[in-house]
């Protein structure tokens, strides 16, 4: 079993940067993919982006081009690079195995005009 804990969210003024961090424990060799998704008020949760075990990435049109996802085998831990965020990427952010069921407590990202 794996256990998936994000951090690092916090408040940010609009073209701001934030980095967020998803520490993995457990079965860690089991993750297939990890992926970060959104949801903000009264939305539907959406992904973000998401990372394979070997490292091939995929993004959301809304954030293609200012976020980057990473990961980091030697720490267990994937990371969300958020640049020139705007007042839309408000929202609260999880990590997830692609494959697996069940989501974390998420942290919150709040981005001010």
């Known amino acids: 079993q794996v256990q998936l804990v994000e951090s690092g969210g916090g408040l940010v003024q609009a073209g701001g940067s934030l980095r967020l961090s998803c520490a993995a424990s457990g079965s860690t060799f089991s993750i297939n993919a990890i992926g970060w998704y959104r949801q903000a008020p009264g939305k539907q949760r959406e992904l973000v982006a998401l990372?394979?075990?070997?490292?091939?990435?995929n993004y959301g049109d809304s954030v293609r081009g200012r976020f980057t996802i990473s990961r980091d085998n030697a720490k267990n831990t994937v990371y969300l690079q958020m640049n020139s965020l705007k007042p839309e990427d408000t929202a609260v952010y999880y990590c997830?195995?692609?494959?697996?069921?069940?989501w974390g407590q998420g942290t919150q990202v709040t981005v001010s005009s």
């Open positions: 997830k195995n692609v494959a697996a069921p069940g």
């Open positions: 990372i394979t075990r070997g490292g091939i990435t």
